[in-house]
């Protein structure tokens, strides 16, 4: 099932919409918004996904992680 | 014949009030039409304003300024005339008489109102004027910049916008549908007379026409102050409004104008902050958009607070912070979408990110590296390829003011998730939900463009979306304003060997 999520990336200047499977892993949230957002920000390698202020793990599925449609989520590009 | 002195006289056809015989007066005023708390007519019986201008002054007055408006217009409006004027000015331009044709003409129907179901003989005569007021400021930008629509058809947005489901038309009618069109005369009173007329508007014409000035467009100089001495008038309305909700009720006083100038800040950034920081040529920028708001907005507006024994809206310290980060963030977003949008965007070269950088010390180190992305995006891609620097992804928009979700800083994003009644609602800051949660009921059911996506009822992808939903057809759509051909952004790899 597709689930649609508020996605903010830290370093952007605006909100983005990403549509994602329930069964996709948390990891793909953050490789999918450091793509969508690649014209403002440059992406990197390794990013976390926050969700409620807690680091999902990246292994988890998006259900499994408790994400529901329209949430919001973050990601923040580790530092190089 | 002897004549009467004018002030033996006025009074009887300015401010004419009388007692009902066979009716009850709020069967003639009903609450829902003219405004809670409901009074009795003795309470406004003292109801008054400065100008106390006659039917009859007030035509001939508006006949002289629209008669110096023509000559004007026939001096220097012609197309030759604007085809002088600095490209960026021109695209702040297409963005300023788009959004104000009918955002002026919304507020016609609210002084219609007001001169119907206002509760005091004298504000129905100023109401009256203020209608007639606003129709005129619809029809000078219609009049103006439809001439200009063979030349580019981006100018034919001035009409258009209002007509369209553009996201930019969403968030305006939200606002001014609701300010002008879905509320009583007294809650329209404090919202546009007061604030956002004399606490942005007015304010806003006289720095507006101050650069028009200095960037040589004599049209848009003449245009803005025409229209800002009706302004001036008409918006005087909302002290006398307010000074007597105060007295009965002034826990709503402090609401409506905690709410309005939230409402208002929002648009207003967008609008005046993109022109006067983006899209006003560096040599005639005389202050920041911040340093303009601090001057003119902030200071003014907490004087009105403090005259009339208001506090400072609760988010203060909030849109204290916002002046230093929200037009920025706006704008740097909405170039990468600029497709969606009816006027070009200009990209910030070094000298303009260096003067950014000293009007914004506190702030722009979070932003500049935006901008330093865009631009190397830009030498990568070569001028000309406007897709290298356009984001394909869907912004997500606030459930309340409509605009994209660009609130705080690029660290730490205001946006904030809220459920009500089982829905989830988005809110680009807390200012936003909390006008939302005072009056759910008013705001719960409008879908914002993402939720209109998610039901089926707009394109699911934003190409489509952009083309038959924000009805962005080639001719008009917004690119970089020179196409990625700025002399600084030349590089020996990519050099196509044009220079504007």
């Given amino acids: ?80 | 014949m002897p004549k009467l002195n004018r002030d033996d006289w006025i009074d009887l056809g300015r401010k004419l009030d009388w007692d009902y015989s066979y009716v009850r007066e709020e069967d003639v005023f009903p609450e829902l039409l003219s405004g809670r708390p409901w009074l009795l007519h003795a309470e406004w019986q003292h109801w008054d304003e400065p100008y106390r201008t006659t039917y009859a002054e007030y035509v001939d007055t508006q006949a002289d300024k629209d008669a110096i408006v023509q000559g004007v217009r026939e001096a220097v409006g012609r197309v030759e005339d604007f085809a002088k004027l600095d490209r960026s000015w021109l695209n702040g331009l297409k963005l300023h008489a788009a959004t104000m044709a009918f955002t002026e003409f919304t507020a016609g129907i609210g002084d219609i109102r007001g001169a119907r179901f206002g509760r005091d003989g004298a504000w129905r005569t100023m109401a009256l004027f203020g209608a007639l007021d606003e129709f005129r400021h619809t029809q000078i930008p219609l009049l103006l910049m439809h001439e200009l629509v063979p030349w580019d058809p981006q100018f034919d947005w001035t009409h258009r916008l209002f007509h369209t489901n553009n996201w930019m038309a969403i968030a305006l009618r939200h606002l001014v549908d609701e300010m002008c069109v879905g509320t009583d005369p007294l809650e329209f009173a404090i919202a546009t007379n007061l604030v956002l007329e004399t606490g942005f508007t007015n304010l806003q014409f006289i720095g507006l026409s101050a650069i028009a000035h200095d960037v040589g467009d004599r049209m848009f100089e003449k245009m803005v102050t025409s229209i800002q001495t009706d302004e001036a008038r008409h918006a005087q309305i909302g002290h006398s409004v307010l000074a007597i909700l105060i007295r009965h009720d002034p826990e709503r006083a402090q609401h409506l104008v905690d709410k309005w100038f939230w409402r208002s800040w929002i648009v207003f950034a967008v609008v005046t902050g993109f022109s006067m920081d983006y899209l006003t040529p560096l040599a005639a920028r005389r202050t920041s958009f911040k340093e303009f708001m601090e001057e003119w907005i902030t200071d003014q507006f907490q004087k009105t607070l403090t005259a009339f024994g208001l506090k400072r809206p609760w988010y203060w310290d909030f849109f204290i912070e916002a002046l230093d980060t929200y037009h920025h963030m706006v704008y740097a977003s909405a170039y990468t979408y600029r497709a969606t949008l009816w006027f070009d965007f200009a990209l910030p070269g070094p000298e303009e990110r260096a003067w950014l950088r000293e009007k914004y010390p506190h702030t722009w180190d979070l932003l500049d590296p935006v901008w330093e992305r865009i631009t190397e995006r830009w030498r990568t891609s070569g001028p000309g390829i406007e897709w290298s620097t356009q984001g394909a992804t869907m912004p997500g928009f606030c459930n309340l003011c409509q605009i994209i979700l660009s609130n705080g800083t690029p660290r730490a994003n205001a946006a904030r998730v809220v459920e009500h009644l089982g829905r989830k609602y988005i809110f680009c800051s807390e200012p936003c939900a909390w006008i939302f949660s005072r009056e759910p009921d008013r705001y719960a059911d409008h879908k914002s463009v993402v939720n209109r996506m998610l039901a089926g009822e707009a394109p699911p992808n934003l190409v489509e979306l952009t083309r038959t939903y924000f009805e962005m057809t080639p001719e008009v759509r917004g690119e970089d304003m020179l196409r990625g051909r700025y002399p600084w952004l030349r590089t020996h790899r990519n050099d196509p060997g044009l220079e504007v």
């Fill in chain 1, 1 to 80: 099932m597709l689930v649609p999520l508020y996605g903010f990336l830290a370093g952007d200047t605006l909100g983005l919409v990403l549509l994602v499977h329930d069964d996709d892993r948390v990891h793909v949230i953050a490789e999918q918004l450091q793509l969508a957002a690649c014209v403002r920000v440059a992406p990197r390698a390794q990013a976390q996904v926050y969700f409620r202020g807690q680091r999902l793990d990246p292994q988890l599925t998006v259900s499994k992680a408790g994400l529901a449609p329209l949430d919001r989520v973050d990601v923040v590009p580790e530092e190089r």
